[in-house]
Structure formats: C-alpha cells, structure tokens
C-alpha cells in the first residue's frame, strides 16, 4: 500500500512539474527572435511580412468569438509586440490590445448586429453590347 502512495505522488509531482514547464513555454518575452517564438509556440497557422514587420498568427480556438487569432508582431526579428485571446499564452510585455475591452460596437448580450443598409444609389450598369447580325441565309446565283 505504501509503495503505491509513492508512485501516485510521484506522478501527481511529475504532471505538476509538466504543467508548470508547459505554462513557461507558452509565454513570449519581448526581443526574442522568430526562431525564439517558433521554439515555444510551434509553427504558426500562417506568416505574413511587410517591410521590416513580420506577423505570426496562431490559432487560438477562439477565432469566432473573439475575432482573431494570436498575433505575435516582429520587427527586424524581434517581438515587438503580441496580442493573446488563448489563455494558454502570455506575452510578458505590454501588449497594444487593452484586456478585457468589448468593441464600441458589439452587442453586450451576443447577438448578431445588423449591417447599415447602402444609402448610396446603385451603380449604373453598363448598356449591353449590341448582338451580332443574324447571318445571311439568301443565297445569290
């Protein structure tokens, strides 16, 4: 009996441990390198560069309800900044999105918004090209 006390605790330090070391990896430190990132969060689900800039999005399993995916934002490859909805990811440094912030726009209860009707007038469409004239069915001596 005592010898399986000592295996179950021995797991239950062992799984502890493991969640512990899983949580730090999640974590993204400003500075750090893309390959730095790769390292801790995996490939990211797509990459896109401008300039200097080099963005990695990653899925976070929130997408739908909160309208992105985790972005990890490099310059000249460092992380520059980086804005988490996954609760398994942390960026130590001060992220541009505020936590906790609803669009101005959005319903407070979930329900869909309704889309502004056009006031503009519809475009005028082109007149359509004119048919071809039939062929000539008279034949000539």
């Known amino acids: 009996m005592r010898r399986v006390i000592v295996l179950s605790t021995a797991l239950l330090i062992a799984i502890a441990a493991a ?3 899983g949580a730090a990896a999640q974590s993204i430190d400003p500075g750090m390198t893309k390959s730095q990132v790769i390292e801790r969060l995996g490939a990211p689900a797509a990459e896109r560069s401008s300039g200097a ?12 309800t909160a309208g992105m995916s985790d972005l990890v934002i490099l310059q000249n490859d460092a992380v520059v900044d980086a804005i988490f909805r996954s609760a398994a990811r942390e960026y130590t440094g ?12 959005s319903a407070p209860t979930g329900e869909r918004l309704a ?3 056009a006031t503009q007038a519809p475009a005028q469409s082109a007149p359509a090209p004119a048919s071809p004239p039939p062929p000539d069915t008279t034949r000539s001596p």
């Open 94 to 105: 001060s992220s541009s999105s505020p936590e906790g912030r609803m669009p101005a726009n």
């Open 19 to 21: 969640g512990v070391q």
């Open 115 to 117: 889309l502004p009707v």
């Open 53 to 64: 800039y080099t963005y990695l999005f990653y899925q976070n399993g929130r997408e739908r």
